[in-house]
């Protein structure tokens, strides 16, 4: 490890993946040589953006690691694009698709040597209605499974299984999307049409074989008409990428719009229904610490 005497802040998401967070900083103070050098912040879900900034305008941290999910790491890096420190990363959401798609192990203690290690990458992100999209987004049926997941009490994959019962059920597919990008200008018809800057769901489905999150690029992927068994699929296994399944588009930029209001989610979070979406790319927007053996 690195950061002898390097400042250190860990945010906290206390509730993440339903998880005991205290014995996991218990290790991480443990496994920082100085202290002095470490300072812990935990989320409260109010005013959690005020208060990182003003901690990391008073202490400057040269290093952040996030114990949670990708909202989390998603509220630091909204909090601190304009610094761009480096960021460590500790997976203990309901899924942890970020941490995947980077190969962050699943074990606490070796993604706790992972993010305080020297081996680091700068990953772009996409700005999905100025809204910063790390990993995959998307339009249609399961943003609709994640907005009635929200509303269960059961966490975890068996709860998200429970909410695609009544939306399999009552979703009204397949929607219409007109897609406009640099090169393309089309109209399609699909159950889902996701912005994807990496390779997995995270469910740890690989639904972007030609993803990655430092090209200058984002794919759009339209998945056409499925049945539920290939639904499923889609969500927790590797998909077969024919063309008669889903429609690959690479690209910088692009505004999609919809004729009726459809269900949006960015990194897992639901953001309601929407009729238009413009996205475009943000190069190089994060330094992360990742496994130098991956």
Do not use: W
Not at 199 to 218: E, Q, R
Not at 228 to 238: A, Y
Not at 242 to 266: G, L
């Amino acid at each position: 490890m690195t950061l002898t005497n390097k400042k250190i802040l860990v945010v906290v998401n206390p509730i993440s993946g339903d998880k005991d967070k205290e014995p996991i900083v218990k290790k991480i103070k443990e496994a920082v040589p100085n202290k002095n050098t470490l300072k812990i912040f935990k989320t409260t879900g109010e005013q959690d953006h005020q208060k990182i900034n003003e901690l990391y305008k008073d202490y400057r941290a040269d290093r952040i690691l996030v114990v949670g999910g990708d909202g989390t790491i998603k509220l630091v890096a909204e909090c601190l694009k304009d610094v761009q420190p480096i960021i460590g990363i500790i997976p203990c959401g309901s899924s942890n698709g970020l941490a995947k798609d980077l190969d962050i192990p699943k074990n606490i203690e070796e993604a706790i040597k992972v993010a305080l290690d020297s081996c680091i990458i700068e990953m772009d992100s996409i700005l999905i209605n100025d809204t910063i999209g790390l990993h995959i987004s998307d339009l249609g049926i399961n943003a609709e499974l994640i907005h009635n997941y929200s509303k269960t009490k059961v966490r975890g994959y068996f709860g998200y299984a429970l909410s695609s019962i009544p939306t399999l059920l009552n979703t009204d597919i397949p929607y219409t999307f007109e897609i406009k990008t640099e090169n393309e200008h089309k109209v399609v018809s699909g159950i889902m049409l996701a912005f994807a800057n990496s390779k997995k769901f995270g469910t740890g489905a690989l639904v972007n074989p030609k993803g990655k999150i430092n090209d200058g690029k984002f794919e759009i992927l339209v998945f056409k008409s499925l049945d539920v068994v290939s639904i499923f699929k889609t969500l927790f296994e590797e998909i077969k990428m024919d063309s008669d399944f889903v429609e690959v588009i690479q690209t910088k930029q692009a505004k999609v719009t919809m004729e009726k209001p459809v269900y949006f989610q960015i990194d897992g979070e639901p953001h309601g229904k929407t009729s238009e979406v413009t996205v475009k790319m943000s190069a190089n927007m994060l330094k992360i610490a990742v496994n130098s053996s991956s």
